[in-house]
Each structure stands twice: as C-alpha cells, then as structure tokens.
C-alpha cells in the first residue's frame, strides 16, 4: 500500500495552520503543478489532483475539523467500520497468533491424540468405527479439439505441485463429465477414496466442426479441379490425405473419407468434406472471353428449381 | 496491509513506543520489509482490540500476556472447530447422522433443550 500522506503534509502546513495560510499554500502549489502547465509531465497530474483534494478538505472548515477528529479520512470518506479482531482470528489470517507448540492439528490423527482419543475409526474397530468415502473433487479441463477426436493424455492440476494425466477417450464431447476412481478426497476410517469429477471443455477448431462421430470440413477447391477433377491434399484429424475430386463436382458435393472422423476403436467416424468452388482472380480475361462465347452457346438455369419467393 | 506511519496516523490513541514494544514482546506480529513493518488487517484489528483491553479495561501490560493466550488459545479451537465442521457438513446424510447419535449429550444440556 502507497503511503498516504496526511492533507497537511500534501500540502505542507502544519496541523495548526490558519485558513488564509492553507489557501496562499495551496494557491502557490496548484500553479506549480497545474497539469495544463506541466504537460510534458504526467506525474504533476497526480500531484495536481492530491492538492486539490487536500485543500478540499481543509478549505471546508467543517470538513476539517471532521478530519481532526478523525471521523473522516483523507479521501473525504467516512472511516470505514471497524473490523474487529475475531472477524480474522478464526480465518486463516488468525493462525499467524496461533499458540507456538500448541495444537497444529494437520490431520485426524492429530486431533484424536489432542483430545486423548484412541482414534479408532483409522483402525476401524468392530462396529465402534465407522468409516466414509471420501469426498469428490470437481475439476474443469479444456481438451483442444483433435485431442477430443482422436484422443490422448492431457495433465491436470489438482492442487499446486499435484498433477494428473487424464486420459482422453476419443470421441468425448463438450460437456462431459470423466469420473476418475479414487482420485478424489481420501476416505475416513478405512472408507473408499472419493472421486475426481471433471468436466470436459472442447475448443473449437479453426477447419473442423463436428456432427456426431464425424467431422465436417469445407474444401476450397478451384474452377478447374471442378470442371475436369483433381487429386488434392485434404487434412484430417489424424494428418493429410489424398483425396480425388471427380471431374464436374459443384459447391455442396459431399465426399466422404471413411474411417478419417472421431477415431474411436469401434466404428470410427467419417470426415464429410463439402466442396467449395471458388473462381479465384476473377478478371481474368481469357476466362471472361471464353465464357462470352460459351455461354450463349450452352443455356443453364442454376435457379431453374427454385421455389419462387 | 498499512505501514507502520500510517497506522500510527490512523490510530490517534496508539503510541509509537507502546506498539515498539507490544512488537518486541510479539504480542502484535507484523510483516518485516525494508526496515520497517508492514501490518495486514488482521495485526491492525488485534492491536485494536490490545488497545481496548489495555486502556478501556484497564488491564496492565503485565496481565496482558495471559489474556493474549487464552484468547489465542479459545481461538486456534474455534479455528479447529470450525476444520472439523466444515468436514462434518461435506459429508454424505447418513454419516451426519452416525455423528449426530455419537455425540454424548452435555452433562446439563437436558434441562434446556425444548
């Protein structure tokens, strides 16, 4: 924390200081530190906006003489209420007055032995003890996408300096929640450990979207790979493949790659990819020549089907 | 957390060798830095209530050790306490209520229950 100064000492008076004093002060102060007159200099800003705030303060007699008796603060703000000492004292803060060698009861055990106890759930004596599952943890973890496709191992922190590689079943959505077995508070008096509950955040991929168990993409693809077909490189979840575009194929043609979608063991899923004709430079001259001519000559209505409006 | 100036400014009542000495004995355990000392809210609050306990209740610097202990003491099993409530509360219904009949009743506590 800044150290505030008191308004007199922004100013430079004493406590005593009469009315006139504090205003031939502050008079003198506001032009040497007037921001306007200072422009190269942005902490008079600061300095500019104290002396005015300190000379608020005192120039208001009754304000001043609140300050005095310290019913308000330099800011011109009523003094906040007290806190009071047991409002820390049983939070964590209080155990800076924890008794030196008193009881640090860290665990159970501890705290059985403080009270001459026989801690006997851990043993679990008979029908005496009495044993409890451990609490569930809950975490959130953020899978990127391909990770959720084909699936892998993502570590996550359970607390500081703990960690935990969570295996990725391929195919897990957004949403969904992994129980992890036993990883989870520990459990009382010999009861079962709790478990990790963590719920999955998929990103989003910039290429790839998903429907189900497969993956769509758009493929670019240009007016001649369209026309008279190509061979072209598409990427996939698990890396690029070579797929062919058969001659003639329109914007909207699906062609399906089997087996490339959300790669589960069984049935994995397909990627869909929907072709996308673009034409490209499309001042190009000798195309425009060309279809002058060709146009005329082949009559099609692409809107032929369309219901009208 | 406010230094030692400023608390001094703000605690009109607090005399700078009162609160030199209150830290020598540690009674009031402020964070050291850079030659002078740092106090977080809850120093600030216990010195408040010493300030209390020293002039209101007019109890002298030799009586003030004991009362810092027990009420350190009634604190850190508060503090303890309230551990072991919290893990109370987390658990499931049915262990509450294994707890709940295990609990012996309080020697008295008859009489005032309704």
């Known amino acids: ?309 | 957390m406010i230094a030692l100036e400023d608390l001094l400014k703000r605690l009109k009542e607090l005399d700078r060798r009162e609160l030199t000495r209150w830290v020598e004995n540690r009674w009031v355990l402020p964070e050291r830095r850079d030659e002078t000392w740092i106090f977080h809210e809850v120093d600030v609050a216990r010195i408040e209530l010493i300030l209390e306990i020293r002039h209101e209740f007019a109890i002298d610097e030799e009586a003030l050790p004991l009362v810092l202990g027990l009420l350190d003491q009634v604190y850190d099993l508060r503090r303890q306490l309230r551990r072991m409530c919290d893990a109370l509360a987390a658990q499931p219904p049915e262990v509450q209520a294994i707890i709940r009949e295990a609990l012996p009743p309080l020697v008295g506590a008859e009489a005032t229950q309704d």
């Open chain 1, 1 to 309: 924390m800044a150290t505030t100064q008191t308004p007199y000492q922004v100013l430079g008076v004493k406590p005593d200081a009469s009315a006139d004093e504090i205003r031939k002060v502050y008079r003198k102060l506001a032009k040497e530190f007037h921001p306007d007159l200072n422009p190269g200099k942005p902490e008079a800003e600061a300095r500019f906006k104290s002396i005015s705030a300190a000379y608020d303060l005192l120039s208001d007699a009754e304000k001043r003489a609140r300050y005095d008796r310290g019913e308000i603060d330099e800011s011109g703000a009523e003094r906040p209420q007290r806190n009071y000492y047991r409002g820390y004292a049983e939070g964590a803060e209080g155990r800076r007055y924890q008794p030196e060698g008193e009881m640090n009861l860290s665990d159970l055990e501890d705290l059985f032995a403080a009270f001459g106890s026989a801690g006997r759930g851990r043993r679990g004596q008979g029908s005496e003890g009495f044993r409890a599952r451990g609490a569930d943890r809950h975490f959130t973890l953020t899978v990127d996408f391909l990770t959720a496709a084909i699936g892998g191992k993502q570590r996550l922190s359970l607390a500081p300096e703990e960690w935990l590689d969570v295996t990725i079943p391929p195919g897990i959505e957004d949403g969904q929640v992994l129980r992890l077995r036993g990883k989870g508070g520990p459990g009382f008096g010999g009861g079962a450990a709790g478990d990790a509950l963590i719920e999955v955040h998929v990103e989003a991929h910039p290429l790839f979207r998903r429907d189900g168990d497969n993956i769509l993409l758009e493929l670019p693809i240009s007016l001649a790979e369209a026309v008279l077909g190509a061979r072209v490189s598409v990427p996939t979840v698990t890396g690029p493949v070579t797929m062919s575009i058969p001659k003639g194929s329109d914007t909207g043609r699906q062609l399906r790659l089997r087996g490339k979608g959300i790669q589960k063991k069984k049935n994995p899923g397909d990627e869909i990819v929907t072709l996308k004709v673009f034409i490209g430079d499309s001042s190009d001259p000798e195309l425009a020549e060309f279809l002058e001519k060709w146009g005329p000559r082949h009559p099609f209505d692409p809107r032929q089907g369309m219901p009208s409006a």
